[in-house]
């Protein structure tokens, strides 16, 4: 599985963003996905996850301002960034859970990371 993501740059602080991630290659299904962040000298955290069927998680410092979303059809996560703040500046990396057969317990892959700087 090879993940590509895109979306990262500079931006002022209040404006937006909008990262993307496409998963490719032999799989069978994916189940989760989601955007991690890590921020120099802390470590990753999460941001937030959707499940295969929508179902979103946040963390609670992004509830309200970042929304994640996912096409099915094209293997693809989104993470709408707005209201952004110099705390949100960090490398941005998406995860995506897949099986390569019915039965396997989810392998987890990693994107490339992203970076993403907000401005005061």
């Known amino acids: 599985v090879q993940l590509q993501a895109s979306g990262g740059g500079l931006v002022q602080a209040g404006g937006s963003l909008r990262l993307s991630c496409a998963a490719s290659?032999?799989?069978?299904?994916?189940?989760?996905m989601g955007w991690y962040r890590q921020a120099p000298d802390n470590q990753r955290e999460l941001v937030a996850t959707i499940t295969s069927r929508g179902s979103a998680n946040y963390a609670d410092s992004v509830k309200g301002r970042f929304t994640i979303t996912r096409d099915n059809a094209k293997d693809t996560v989104y993470l709408q960034m707005n209201s952004l703040k110099p705390e949100d500046t960090a490398v941005y990396y998406c995860?995506?859970?897949?099986?390569?057969?019915?039965?396997?317990?989810?392998?987890?892959?990693w994107g490339q990371g992203t970076q993403v700087t907000v401005s005061s």
């Open positions: 995860s995506v859970d897949y099986r390569i057969n019915a039965g396997d317990t989810p392998r987890r892959r």
């Open positions: 290659g032999s799989y069978l299904s994916i189940s989760g």
